[in-house]
């Protein structure tokens, strides 16, 4: 079963680069064919020092989160916290951040996006700084696929450091 398991990511890893390019997955060959267990996962996320400090571990930034759809921004924001980033800023639709902010205080919420009329906009210079200085980038939880989000993404690949795109963002 686990040989089937394999082999199906592995299509599936060719298919993701033939849709959108290289795919780039942290020591793909390495992992490639291998299951990985709790020791695994332990090994890669040693325990932290007392005196660590949240800067030492990332800045990561998601952007998503459009209207109807900031709990997709929020799990993965409170997700990212859970699994030891350090920083976590999620860019949603300007109208409903204050909601975000107030669900899940530990996360940094930023609105630079607002929908009207079934489309996007984009407050591009605030986008930008936002996007400034962060570590990593999940874009596409909670986005939606309505005109002007491409731009979003546009933006956000353009940053030249690592990107996740995810659900509407693919």
Known sequence: VLEQQVAAYNQALEQAEALAGAVALHDRQ???GQAIDGKDVRAAFPRRAADD?????????????MRGKTGAALLAGAAALRCGAGLVTV????GP??????????????????ETDGSVEIDEPAFQAILSGKTAVVV????????????????????GCPVLLDADAL
């Open 30 to 32: 390495a992992w490639r």
């Open 53 to 65: 400090f949240k800067t030492r571990f990332g800045h990561l930034l998601i952007v998503g989160g």
């Open 91 to 94: 860019a949603v639709d300007r």
């Open 97 to 114: 951040a204050m909601h975000v902010q107030g669900r899940y205080p530990a996360l940094m919420v930023e609105g630079p996006f607002r």
């Open 140 to 159: 596409g939880p909670g986005l939606s696929r309505l005109p002007g989000t491409a731009r979003i993404v546009e933006m956000v690949m353009q940053t």
